[in-house]
């Protein structure tokens, strides 16, 4: 499957983006999908997963509660809604797809789209 990330930009604090994962291949309902981000100078880290089925999504704890993780299967899409942004949100935000695992964790997923950068002005 090939992975496209899309809808990053430049944002003020407090205001929200929506990014997608559009993926091409097999049919997406087949994955586990995630959304990791990597800042300048610090690791990539878990943001929130979503299940095949799109019950029980994940979320990192620092981020619940601003951040939601939907997905629709029909459209091959995975989306991450971010609202009341802030400055520490900016990143490079990636999407990946996994066969199985747990969601948090990047060494489970097999599929990496190019990422997306959003950049959280103050």
């Known amino acids: 499957v090939q992975l496209q990330a899309y809808g990053g930009g430049l944002v003020q604090a407090g205001g929200s983006l929506r990014l997608s994962c559009a993926a091409s291949?097999?049919?997406?309902?087949?994955?586990?999908v995630g959304w990791f981000r990597q800042a300048p100078g610090k690791e990539r880290e878990f943001v929130a997963g979503i299940r095949r089925s799109g019950s029980i999504p994940s979320y990192a704890d620092s981020l619940k509660g601003r951040f939601t993780i939907s997905r629709d299967n029909a459209k091959n899409t995975v989306y991450l809604q971010m609202n009341s942004l802030k400055p520490e949100d900016t990143a490079v935000y990636y999407c990946?797809?996994?066969?199985?695992?747990?969601?948090?964790?990047?060494?489970?997923?097999?599929?990496w789209g190019q990422g997306t950068l959003v950049t959280v002005s103050s």
């Open positions: 990946a797809a996994q066969d199985s695992g747990g969601l948090g964790r990047p060494q489970y997923y097999n599929y």
């Open positions: 291949g097999r049919p997406f309902s087949s994955y586990g």
